[in-house]
């Protein structure tokens, strides 16, 4: 988006900047030597020509081998293309983010097994269920910025490396403090290091490819639950839960060795005041993608240099910082959306099986009632009047509120477990993988979706009718529906709140500039796992008391979705990665 006497520029303007004194020269209109010069030099004067003509022609078209002292990075980064750099780069945080959400959804699989291994007391289990998600918000409030201020492969490095120690940790664990903490440093990992993978994801390509990455990494984090309940079903019987976790984190290692040989991002070294670096990662990414690097360039610089004041006195890059220079609003709206966004899915995905569970019961009790005249017993059918999946109603509402937090919304519904000949002996109800691969075919429409009509009709129309869409999606629960409708009603909510959260991801990467991108990222998506974890913990104990209130949390967050995405009014769609949007909206 961009204003008339705006400093950003777009990527067509760039090729206007690194022109050298010859160019400005002959286009001088008061040379008195132009005559004389074409007639000593026609041949060279039409070759300047034809390259003008052709520049006309395409002005988007950058001259990359002009005898230029420093070229833009924008330039650069679309001359290089896309190739083997951004899609090796992309596979390797596509998998280390496979794994960061594997191990978020891990306990939600895990714990049963684990109270039967230790025979956990109410208090470490709820601990066990609830550490994560405390942890993971904490360290993306607090540590978001360590990427913005020791680089994005730095600190997807290290968290990678702390989850993979913390999962051996926990596979090895002699008893349930030493699992709890390992899912503490499991939490700070995911908390400090998820949000990176998308940084960085994003800061290896142009501008003009700005949403591939993004999507990429969307997809996969969807991924994450439909490979843990893939592999849960596959190993977690004929193994043992210990050994499942060794193979589920198998796949960082790959990731993290990979990563060790890609450069860091050339975005990153730029505002940090390392240009030479920064031309010898594009230089290196040049050579992998096939594409000659520009004889003549012997620098790279950026359009809109970061401002002093967006760093603190001591060099740190603060959650602060988000709340000053005119980023407050924007801050704000994206931590809202996030939250309520992800409330929703986690309520919703507690209310499905609460509701299911109780019209069973209700249906039991009613033919007890029928075939007894004994009040006695009409009272206290309920008792046996359970779902043939679970064993006992009441330990699994206490066992599925204390599970670990899963901000994607479907396990908790689709990981029952099924006594089979003692109380340590359990099944992985079979519907489970069929329940995460529906789950994520709606994740992967709402992303594919999103990624298509934000490019044409721009994010903000988009995001209003997504939030739209999830309001009377929404809408609809309040009413009695059959069960194909209720699975195809959760299909559209999961697709609708895909997208909007999809959108919501692009526009965080797109307002905030290079220096406080990862704090930024790592804050609002934090503010989503506290709305995730906070629709865990209203919407089991509310349901007993009056189910229609856990629907008008559903339909009110989705209202407050809505209007964030009405009052938003920043259009982001055609900026460019170096632009400084929300400081430029805030000094009108």
């Not at 043992?240 to 290692?253: D, E, Q, S, T």
Request: hydrophobic share 40%; proline share 3%; with cysteine.
């Amino acid at each position: 988006m961009l204003h008339d006497g705006q400093e950003t520029q777009t990527v067509r303007d760039y090729g206007s900047l690194d022109t050298n004194p010859k160019d400005h020269d002959s286009k001088d209109p008061d040379s008195k030597d132009l005559a004389s010069k074409d007639l000593e030099s026609k041949d060279l004067d039409s070759k300047d020509l034809a390259s003008k003509d052709d520049d006309s022609k395409d002005p988007d078209k950058t001259k990359l081998d002009e005898c230029a002292t420093e070229i833009n990075l924008e330039v650069l980064l679309q001359g290089m293309g896309l190739g083997m750099a951004q899609f090796l780069t992309w596979s390797l945080l596509s998998i280390l983010l496979i794994v960061h959400n594997v191990v978020i959804f891990l306990t939600t699989i895990l714990m049963p097994y684990l109270n039967c291994q230790w025979n956990l007391d109410t208090t470490l289990q709820t601990l066990i269920g609830s550490i994560h998600a405390f942890t993971y918000f904490v360290a993306g409030v607090t540590l978001g910025y360590l990427a913005d201020e020791y680089g994005r492969k730095k600190i997807a490095l290290i968290t990678g490396v702390a989850m993979i120690l913390s999962s051996i940790l926990s596979a090895m664990a002699p008893n349930g403090w030493t699992f709890l903490f390992a899912r503490i440093i499991q939490g700070v990992s995911n908390g400090a290091g998820k949000h990176v993978c998308y940084v960085f994801a994003t800061e290896t390509v142009s501008s003009k490819h700005k949403d591939i990455p993004v999507f990429l990494m969307s997809l996969s984090s969807q991924l994450g639950g439909v490979f843990l309940s893939l592999m849960s079903y596959v190993f977690l019987n004929l193994l043992g839960w210990r050994y499942l976790i060794l193979i589920l984190i198998a796949p960082a290692v790959i990731s993290i060795i990979g990563l060790t040989q890609v450069p860091e991002t050339s975005r990153y070294f730029l505002v940090t005041g390392r240009k030479e670096d920064a031309l010898e990662c594009l230089k290196k990414l040049y050579q992998w993608n096939g594409v000659e690097f520009p004889k003549h360039c012997t620098g790279v610089k950026s359009v809109n240099p970061p401002a002093k004041a967006e760093k603190s006195e001591n060099g740190r890059l603060k959650a602060r910082q988000l709340y000053r220079h005119g980023y407050a609003r924007m801050t704000l709206l994206l931590s809202l959306m996030y939250f309520a966004n992800l409330h929703i899915c986690m309520v919703f995905a507690a209310y499905l099986p609460l509701k299911d569970a109780s019209s069973e019961s209700s249906l039991h009790e009613n033919d007890t009632a029928l075939s007894s005249n004994s009040s006695v017993l009409k009272r206290n059918s309920h008792l046996s009047s359970l779902p043939e999946t679970i064993v006992d109603f009441s330990a699994y509402l206490e066992e599925t509120s204390n599970v670990s937090t899963n901000f994607e919304g479907y396990l908790n519904r689709s990981t029952a477990v099924q006594d089979i000949e003692d109380e340590c002996s359990y099944v992985l109800d079979q519907n489970a993988l069929i329940e995460a691969l529906t789950s994520f075919l709606g994740d992967a429409l709402g992303c594919c979706s999103s990624v298509f009509a934000s490019k044409i009709l721009g994010r903000k129309l988009v995001i209003r009718g997504y939030a739209l869409l999830t309001l009377l999606t929404s809408l609809s629960v309040y009413f009695q529906i059959g069960q194909a409708i209720e699975d195809i009603l959760g299909m559209l909510l999961r697709f609708s709140a895909t997208g909007f959260r999809f959108t919501a991801r692009l526009l965080t990467l797109e307002v905030f500039p290079t220096v406080l991108r990862s704090t930024a990222s790592g804050f609002v998506t934090s503010c989503g796992q506290l709305g995730s974890t906070l629709g865990t913990a209203l919407a089991y104990p509310v349901y007993p008391v009056s189910p229609i209130a856990v629907v008008s949390l559903i339909v009110g967050y989705a209202v407050v979705m809505l209007v964030a995405s009405l009052i938003w009014d920043l259009e982001t769609r055609d900026c460019v990665l170096t632009d400084n949007i929300a400081r430029t909206e805030a000094k009108k």
